[in-house]
């Protein structure tokens, strides 16, 4: 089996990446990816001589390059390749169309053209809006999305619905809730708190505090999405989701306990336009159909990611610093 994942060098698809290289050492693995500020190769250091691995520095939205990966044989996509930060979608627009709209035709197309066993699209559940105090998002909720981001993702979507209605493709779409662990961009509640609690720095958190997010262990997603890719029934939805509704006050008290700071850390800024209150995933038809179950409880999670930032301090300061560019540079000149 030869898969192509799309946004390999991000946070979910490095985290795929070496899932899918310990459960399938048998496939063999083109990462597509176009290194945006998001994308960092450091993540698959431990893999990339690996002779099943492999990457290639392109943009989905660039017909020619997508073309020619295509031409090497492609048995299954998997489409994680997006911008995916809803506060810079709020800045710049543009960049988020072209890449999670536009990017996506064009790896249809190529699907298409070049004939593929699945194409998956790893969408989110901002596509649903946001709910109210009760109720939890399924497969059959209308879209509703409120950001530049999310309306983009819904796009994506609705054309892998089109080229699955209009051109038979073997498609699957796939909604997951916030992720949280290992090598996720320090942009993002979670990391970004941590990183910043080690600092001393204050914490911003949004409005009030209580919008609830519903977090689900990178791992799991990737098991899901590995389960989806084989079992998938054709033309499906599936909503992915631990059963893990917390506020975002709840995360912040939470990284402070374990790193030991003080509450007085916590500032209250502005809230972020349009920004949704709270999402929650209903995920029985992918645990009943597809026999998906999480494998970690949201406490010990965050410890494990907690931990895990305390143990790789370089690797997000390297971000921070922009000297994992320097990385890229020496590693891949000017590919
Ligand atoms: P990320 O921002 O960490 O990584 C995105 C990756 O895509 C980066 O490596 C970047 O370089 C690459 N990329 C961006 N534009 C590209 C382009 N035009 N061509 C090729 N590569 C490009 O994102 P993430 O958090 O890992 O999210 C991955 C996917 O999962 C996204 O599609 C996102 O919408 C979806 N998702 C994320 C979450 C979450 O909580 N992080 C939850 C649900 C769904
Ligand atoms: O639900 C899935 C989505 O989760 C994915 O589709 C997105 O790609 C991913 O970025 C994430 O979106 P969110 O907007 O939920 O994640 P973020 O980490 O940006 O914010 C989580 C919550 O924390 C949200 O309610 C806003 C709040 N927040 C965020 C930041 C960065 C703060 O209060 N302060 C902050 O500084």
């Given at each position: 089996?030869?898969?192509?994942?799309?946004?390999?060098?991000?946070?979910?698809?490095?985290?795929?990446?070496?899932?899918?290289?310990?459960?399938?050492?048998?496939?063999?693995?083109?990462?597509?990816?176009?290194?945006?500020?998001?994308?960092?190769?450091?993540?698959?250091?431990?893999?990339?001589?690996?002779?099943k691995?492999?990457?290639?520095?392109?943009?989905?939205a660039?017909?020619e390059?997508?073309?020619?990966?295509?031409?090497?044989?492609?048995?299954?996509?998997?489409?994680?390749?997006a911008?995916?930060?809803?506060?810079?979608?709020?800045?710049?627009?543009?960049?988020?169309?072209n890449?999670?709209v536009?990017?996506?035709?064009?790896?249809?197309?190529?699907?298409?053209?070049?004939?593929v066993?699945k194409?998956?699209?790893?969408?989110?559940?901002?596509?649903?809006?946001?709910?109210?105090?009760?109720?939890?998002?399924?497969?059959?909720?209308?879209?509703?999305?409120?950001?530049?981001?999310?309306?983009?993702?819904?796009?994506?979507?609705?054309?892998?619905?089109?080229?699955?209605?209009t051109?038979?493709?073997?498609?699957?779409?796939?909604?997951?809730?916030?992720?949280?662990?290992?090598?996720?961009?320090?942009?993002?509640?979670?990391?970004?708190?941590i990183?910043?609690?080690?600092?001393?720095?204050?914490?911003?958190?949004y409005?009030?505090?209580?919008?609830?997010?519903?977090?689900l262990?990178?791992?799991?997603?990737?098991?899901?999405?590995?389960?989806?890719?084989?079992?998938?029934?054709?033309?499906?939805?599936?909503?992915?989701?631990?059963?893990n509704?917390?506020?975002?006050?709840?995360?912040?008290?939470?990284?402070?306990?374990?790193?030991?700071?003080?509450?007085?850390?916590?500032?209250y800024?502005?809230?972020?336009?349009?920004?949704d209150?709270?999402?929650?995933?209903?995920?029985?038809?992918?645990?009943?159909?597809?026999?998906?179950?999480?494998?970690?409880?949201?406490?010990?999670?965050?410890?494990?990611?907690?931990?895990?930032?305390?143990?790789?301090?370089?690797w997000?300061?390297?971000?921070?610093?922009?000297?994992?560019?320097d990385?890229?540079?020496?590693?891949?000149?000017?590919?």
């Open positions: 089996m030869k898969l192509l994942v799309t946004g390999g060098a991000g946070f979910i698809g490095s985290n795929f990446i070496l899932y899918m290289m310990q459960q399938h050492p048998d496939y063999q693995i083109v990462n597509m990816d176009a290194l945006t500020y998001a994308g960092n190769l450091e993540n698959l250091k431990s893999v990339e001589n690996e002779p691995y492999s990457f290639v520095h392109a943009d989905i660039d017909k390059a997508v073309d020619r990966i295509f031409q090497q044989g492609i048995d299954v996509v998997v489409n994680f390749a911008e995916s930060h809803v506060d810079r979608s709020i800045l710049e627009p543009e960049v988020f169309v890449t999670n536009l990017g996506t035709q064009v790896l249809l197309d190529a699907s298409k053209k070049y004939g066993t194409y998956v699209q790893v969408s989110t559940d901002e596509v649903y809006g946001s709910l109210g105090e009760t109720g939890l998002f399924s497969e059959t909720t209308p879209l509703a999305p409120n950001s530049p981001y999310s309306a983009s993702k819904a796009g994506g979507d609705l054309l892998v619905r089109a080229y699955h209605e051109f038979g493709l073997p498609v699957n779409v796939t909604r997951c809730s916030n992720n949280y662990g290992p090598y996720q961009f320090p942009e993002k509640l979670i990391p970004l708190m990183s910043r609690a080690l600092n001393n720095d204050p914490l911003p958190v409005g009030d505090g209580l919008n609830i997010r519903d977090w262990y990178v791992e799991d997603h990737c098991s899901a999405i590995d389960l989806v890719i084989h079992k998938g029934r054709v033309g499906e939805v599936y909503n992915i989701g631990g059963n509704e917390r506020t975002n006050l709840h995360i912040v008290q939470t990284i402070l306990r374990e790193l030991g700071k003080p509450e007085s850390l916590i500032t800024v502005e809230d972020r336009p349009g920004h209150r709270r999402y929650g995933i209903d995920p029985t038809k992918i645990t009943k159909e597809l026999g998906w179950q999480p494998k970690y409880h949201f406490e010990s999670g965050i410890k494990e990611t907690i931990q895990w930032y305390l143990d790789n301090k370089d997000w300061t390297r971000i921070q610093s922009g000297a994992y560019r990385y890229l540079d020496r590693q891949y000149g000017n590919r």
